[in-house]
């Protein structure tokens, strides 16, 4: 996890260094810190705790140059603290790095450079780095570089500084993602295109095993071994401000609003004119292969893993084809089986998730054909993946996602009324239905959105619990899981979520009087099984809150304390409305209880570590 960014060039160093790391905070906020070439040198500045606090020491001493380092970190190595803060350097001071990613065999590395006499101030791996590179330098800070990875094993992205060539700045890409930004007179790198996008939008994409080599007026690419190699550059559309605020409180709050549009945008281009058939241009998978797919398996981690839920039922009632869902952090350790006729089916917002990449390749190494469905198209996971769907949500900021989740839920009814025409399971009648009812979802979401207070006010009301539980069956099973993950994750209440016929098996035994139940009851075909739960738990003086439809507010109303309707689509598009009032409710819950929205302790947005 961790941000990187880097600049060469004339601007104000330290202040480009500052909006970067500020862009990059969702990617690790436990301190931060920059290097400057200043005219006494290379300078390092670092604090732990938010960026704020570096910028309170910076106000005090400014660092002024012409070309910089800065870091946002995600603790691995060594607790939070000033000293474990990147930038890291060696003995002599002359060198300086920034490291995302994890050196796997920094103890041995260690060992040998304190044997050499080398001496460490840090708990980290990265400090490791600093001093090989200083060991390795004979004139020429690339091939010391290139020297000192050639004896690191692991995952790493760099951005290395010397002070014997100022004109300068090194990145390396392995397996930890890089970007560099190309300006006019002056250049970028970035662990992520928002760090950079308020001053170009044209961008090179680094692979693993490549590095570059920036001054203010170019930028050579290479491999780790020194191959020079080209590269097509990226223009970024979207602008700075889609990675801003725009007058929200929080970035969370934002992307919730988002959702609509992303839901038009991820839709785009994917439905025919005649609104009867889903067209998905971008596939590589064949007819013929779609028809001998036998068994498709779904894998990712946190909220896109519960986006993979939906999916899963999406693709067994539409198409009919068994689906199996797994967490990519057990997939490879189950021994999978996987043949050459099974579909896998990676989810990711990032696409950088180092979990689900490790499954990916898992999968790929077996002759599955992989499908990634990311919002990231440059990501790691996109390239590797042997076809794409991206998510069309625009950049999401906020640790907590929201509209990556909504937009693979898009992307997984997309994808199944695809299957479904290949493979004839669907009468064109029937997909037509689904189509016209998805087209219908961005303006229910819309109405839905102009009216938060009833959630608001909920969510002040159970921001004083410190447990309660979610029930539901089938999709609502799988929508509540997403919005329990998101109530603990920044509101950090503690909340459980079941299927609702599960709870007498041993879960009903916690239920006492007043504990908070939200109930999420809007699949038509289990309401009458799901009430009769409902009833359970109300028997035991839970407080319940029931989210359903308009038609049976009033029934539940004998059963729960309260009820709050959302709009009715087919029951398989429910989640893409359901969801939104959890997400809301997490975020009124957090806010009541005064924590960081946007970075929840302990978390970070993209995790790249297994
Ligand atoms: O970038 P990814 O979609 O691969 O990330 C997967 C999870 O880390 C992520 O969804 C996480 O669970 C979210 N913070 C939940 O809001």
Known sequence: MCGIVGYIGQKDTQEVLIE????????????????VFTNQGLQISKAKGRIANLESKLEETPLVGSAGIGHTRWATHGKPSDVNSHPHTDNSHKFSV???????????????????????????DTEVISHLVAREYQGDIVK???????????????GVLTEYEPEKLVAVRQASPLIIG??????????????????????????????????KDSVELMTIEGNFISREMIHVDWDAVTAEKGGFEHFMLKEIHEQPKAYRDTMRGRIDESGKKVVLPELKLTKEQIKGISK?????????????????????????????TDVASEYRYRSPIVTPDTLVIVVSQSGETADTLAALREAQSH????????NVVGSSIARDADDVIATLAGPEIAVASTKAYTSQLIAFYLLSLYLAEVRGTQTQDEVARIIAAMQALPEQLENMLAKPDAIKAYAEQISKHEHLFFIGRGLDYAVVQEGSLKLKE??????????????????????????????LATQDAVLEKTVSNIKEVSARGADIMAITHEEHVVSLLKSVNQAFAIPKTLPLLTPALSV???????????????NDVDKPRNLAKSVTVE
Do not use: W
């Open 182 to 215: 190309i300006g006019e007179g002056e250049n970028f790198i970035g662990s992520d295109i928002p760090a950079i996008l308020q001053y170009t939008r044209n961008v090179y994409i680094l692979n693993d095993g490549e590095m570059a080599v920036l001054t």
């Open 580 to 594: 939104v009032p959890l997400q809301l409710l997490s975020y009124y819950a957090s806010l009541a209880r005064g």
């Open 98 to 124: 920034v490291h995302n990613g994890i050196v796997e065999n920094y103890l041995e590395l260690k060992d040998e450079l304190i044997a050499e006499g080398r001496h460490f101030v840090s708990e980290t």
């Open 490 to 519: 920044i509101s950090y209440i503690h909340s459980e979520a079941y299927a609702a016929g599960e709870l007498k098996h041993g879960t009903l035994a916690l239920i006492e009087e007043g504990i908070p139940v939200i109930a």
């Open 296 to 324: 498709i398996q779904i894998i990712a981690c946190g909220t896109a893993y519960h986006a993979g839920l939906v999916g899963r039922q999406a693709i067994e009632s539409l198409v009919r084809i068994p689906v199996e």
């Open 367 to 374: 002759g599955a054909h992989v499908l990634a469905i990311t």
């Open 144 to 158: 010391a570089v290139q020297k000192a990875i050639s004896h690191m094993r692991g995952a790493f992205a760099l």
């Open 20 to 35: 970067g790391l500020k862009k990059l905070e969702y990617r690790g906020y436990d301190s931060a810190g920059i290097a």
